[in-house]
């Protein structure tokens, strides 16, 4: 057989392999990775009480240091885009998940001060630890939006989103027994620990889709035809420009997507901080009973992000519009997310057990913001876009924090603070009713004069 036969045979070949689904696994990888990084932010809440009792710490003082991450997790969000869209998804999140389990490890070892020098250590603890998971969140949907069709795409991003709730479900027990039984100290040490053993696992299974080891070109043109940024990270693409900016925050569409973030993050940075206070101090659990409790509105928060994001691309495969198919499950979900407030009208422990399961349920189906910036993300800073996202999102780790301590101050009970909560969700609903519009992929405008 000629040379010239051999090579016909061999792209033939390449053409009617079965393509190979290792998106799946990076998505899976993804997912993993987000659960440690849940678990880190939301250690502080379950070591809180015992923390608080040790170091000599108000509500007040809590608040603020629950806000630590928040206020660094916002700073470094524009730098953290850039980075990534400058040295790639791999190198960035790779450096991001050592240093942030770094600095969680070492916030075990706060407990030899008290008083206003625990609450200054402690805060920059937390504090580097927000500037250190920076990168991550769009970091997962650059790496989504360079895997995933259009039609998986909804799917894929709603379980590395779910993992916010699957954090609860895997580690809220872990952290609550670790704290009853070996001190809140124990908490980080372990949390830190399982960062870095994880690290060499996501080196291994994640890369970019034109250099995994185990994707086939049969999978590549799959992705690809379907709308995924394969070549996100070439080499000869454009730099990445922070005067790009403007125009992402002068279009309505971004600007809703934006805005409706900013709410969605709100109704989750409860749960992850205030939510276990909640049921120690207003319900009378222990702290040992709240981590168990946490969990169960932790898995319907899990199963309806999966939901959500499966019956939008089912929509989508059945002939809905993107719009429609992204939009439906997220005002149907911030609506069944507002049964929240009717826990202030019961003492009954099953009863608030049920209606957080609800309320959180609607919360994961109504959750797919970062499903809708790998539809809407421009190709040249999809980075970039998801660190603006990240920014409104996470400005309201800032303020709900510091606003719920402050209403528990003012009126010593948490009614005021789930009408607060709730509100939120109703300011969602009507962002992706009447302000966002199309859901499409945001084209830049190259003919402006940019800077870099």
């Not at 993993?32 to 009480?49: C, E, K, Q």
């Not at 998940?97 to 020098?117: E, K």
């Not at 379907?226 to 971004?254: E, F, H, I």
């Amino acid at each position: 057989m000629s040379q010239g036969n051999e090579k016909t045979l061999a792209i033939d070949h390449a053409t009617t392999a079965k393509k190979t689904n290792i998106r799946w696994m990076v998505v899976a990888a993804l997912f993993f990775v987000t659960l440690i990084n849940y678990a880190d932010r939301a250690s502080i809440s379950l070591a809180g009480p015992g923390m608080a009792k040790d170091l000599g710490l108000n509500a007040v003082d809590m608040g603020i240091i629950f806000s630590a991450f928040g206020w660094a997790y916002v700073l470094f969000q524009l730098p953290g885009g850039w980075l990534l869209d400058r040295y790639g998804s791999k190198l960035i999140y790779s450096l991001s998940i050592f240093f942030w389990s770094l600095f969680t490890l070492m916030t075990g070892l706060a407990g030899f001060v008290t008083g206003g020098a625990a609450l200054i250590v402690v805060f920059c603890l937390r504090f580097m630890v927000g500037a250190s998971e920076a990168p991550s969140f769009p970091a997962n949907s650059r790496i989504v939006a360079a895997w995933f069709p259009a039609t998986e795409r909804g799917t894929a991003a709603a379980i590395f989103a779910s993992a916010q709730y699957g954090a609860t479900v895997f580690f809220a027990p872990l952290m609550g027994w670790l704290a009853h039984t070996f001190g809140w100290h124990s908490v980080f040490t372990v949390l830190g620990l399982i960062g870095i053993a994880f690290l060499p696992v996501f080196r291994k299974l994640v890369h970019d889709p034109l250099k995994h080891p185990q994707a086939n070109q049969a999978e590549i043109e799959h992705i690809e035809a379907g709308g995924a940024l394969v070549n996100m990270d070439r080499a000869d693409n454009q730099r990445p420009r922070l005067s790009y900016l403007k125009q992402l925050l002068t279009s309505r569409m971004m600007l809703g997507i934006y805005l409706a973030q900013y709410c969605l993050n709100a109704i989750g940075f409860f749960f992850i901080t205030w939510f276990p206070v909640y049921l120690v101090q207003e319900k009378q659990m222990t702290i040992m009973k709240a981590g168990f409790v946490a969990a169960i509105p932790a898995v319907c928060g899990f199963l309806g992000g999966i939901l959500g994001g499966f019956c939008s691309d089912l929509l989508i495969r059945r002939g809905m519009s993107l719009s429609l198919a992204r939009k439906l499950p997220i005002v149907c979900g911030m609506l069944l997310c507002s049964v929240m407030v009717a826990c202030n009208y019961t003492d009954s422990e099953t009863a608030v057990i049920a209606i957080m399961a609800a309320s959180f349920l609607g919360k994961g189906i109504g959750g797919m913001g970062w499903t809708v910036n790998a539809d809407t993300a421009p190709k040249e800073i999809a980075g970039l876009s998801g660190s603006v996202l990240n920014t409104f999102s996470n400005a309201s780790s800032i303020t709900t924090p510091i606003i719920i301590g402050f209403i528990l101050q003012i009126t010593g009970s948490f009614n005021g603070v789930l009408w607060f909560v709730i509100a939120h969700a109703l300011v969602v609903a009507i962002c992706y009713l009447f302000v966002v519009g199309r859901i499409q992929r945001f084209t830049l405008r190259h003919d402006e004069q940019t800077g870099g």
